[in-house]
């Protein structure tokens, strides 16, 4: 069973893409404790050292943050299309059009 979750997941790309946490919150628009205490929970769940963190200079992927945030864009993309998708077939944009005559009209 997944113990994390894809808002966990959003957060750990978001701190690896924009070097900390500081620079992640204000671009999510996130408070900085929500985004730090994810990523602790994440690293919990995981057991693994996502980040090398350096004090007043960011954070670093480890290499095990590499190989996880590879498997996290995954993820996080596949949930994005089934949503999308979910939306589609609800808004009936999407599904299986059956159409049926009787043959006397169809000659």
Wanted: hydrophobic share 45%; proline share 1%; charged share 20%.
């Amino acid at each position: 069973m997944v113990r994390f979750t894809l808002k966990q997941c959003t957060y750990f790309i978001a701190v690896a893409e924009h070097g900390g946490i500081a620079q992640a919150a204000r671009v999510m628009n996130i408070s900085q404790p929500a985004i730090a205490q994810a990523i602790d929970k994440l690293e919990d769940i995981t057991s693994l050292q996502l980040f090398d963190r350096q004090h007043a200079r960011g954070m670093d992927l480890t290499v095990q943050g590499r190989a996880f945030y590879i498997e996290a864009q995954k993820i996080v993309r596949t949930a994005l299309t089934v949503e999308r998708n979910v939306f589609d077939i609800s808004a009936n944009l999407k599904g299986t059009v059956r159409l049926g005559c009787f043959q006397s009209i169809a000659v």
